[in-house]
């Protein structure tokens, strides 16, 4: 079974400055996606980025990009210019391609980020 | 756009009652995936379905079942509810097992008192 850990629980960033949430993950598969969704304290899941572990170039979404790094099985997030809007808990997911282990999403444990003005 | 929709919002039972929750996925997804999050947890997977049959299976208790109608929406039945099952219960859908997104709805809050 594939495992995600996040080894941060909890982040602080200002306003307008950037952070990086780490993400690592254990799989034997050689073909899988992997994403970063936000939960804020609506409890609503927003997904903020994906990366198919065959695409070797970084998604990109805005502020949001991830640093994927297949090798070391590392997806860490990157918000540039933070907002006081994305104060939330972050989760990163692992899920298996079509024909893999099954199609449910696997989450870490999140890292809350907090905001300051 | 049309999102996923989960009803009840709220509910609130006591130990040993019953209880379903309703997701009716965005219009086309023949997919839905039924996720549990205890307090301060991360979302857990239970149960999955692709056209009406069941494709996944995880860590749901034989106390809860759950089946996809005609419609493509979804029913997880829940009953001898216990203290521990107080959860937010999430329902997400994608247009096929190979769908790559999971699109969540707003999650159904159960209080088991």
């Known amino acids: 079974a594939q495992t995600v850990t996040q080894s941060q629980p909890e982040m602080s960033v200002q306003e307008a400055e950037t952070v990086t949430l780490s993400c690592t993950y254990d799989?034997?598969?050689?073909?899988?996606?992997l994403f970063w969704y936000k939960q804020p304290p609506s409890r609503q899941m927003i997904l903020v980025i994906r990366?198919?572990?065959?695409?070797?170039q970084n998604a990109t979404e805005n502020r949001f990009s991830v640093n994927f790094q297949k090798a070391a099985k590392s997806f860490s997030l990157k918000i540039s210019d933070s907002q006081l809007g994305d104060a939330a808990m972050y989760f990163c997911?692992?899920?298996?391609?079509?024909?893999?282990?099954?199609?449910?999403?696997?989450f870490g444990k999140g890292t809350s980020l907090l905001v300051t003005p | 756009a049309a999102g996923v929709i989960q009803s009840p919002r709220h509910l609130i039972k006591e130990k040993r009652e019953t209880a379903t929750l309703k997701c009716y996925p965005i219009?086309?997804?023949?997919?839905v995936y039924w996720y549990q999050q205890g307090p301060g947890q991360d979302p857990q997977f239970l149960i999955s379905?692709?056209?009406?049959?069941?494709?996944d299976k995880g860590s749901i208790p034989d106390r809860f079942s759950a089946q996809q109608f005609s419609d493509y929406h979804s029913e997880l039945n829940m009953s001898s509810l216990e203290l521990g099952d107080s959860a937010l219960y999430f329902c997400?859908?994608?247009?096929?097992?190979?769908?790559?997104?999971?699109?969540f709805g707003p999650g159904t809050r159960l209080t088991v008192l």
């Open positions: 997400a859908s994608s247009l096929g097992l190979a769908g790559v997104v999971q699109f």
């Open positions: 799989t034997s598969e050689s073909d899988y996606y």
């Open positions: 990366q198919e572990a065959y695409k070797q």
């Open positions: 997911a692992y899920r298996s391609i079509p024909g893999g282990s099954g199609y449910a999403l696997n």
């Open positions: 219009p086309r997804h023949d997919t």
């Open positions: 379905f692709y056209e009406k049959m069941q494709s």
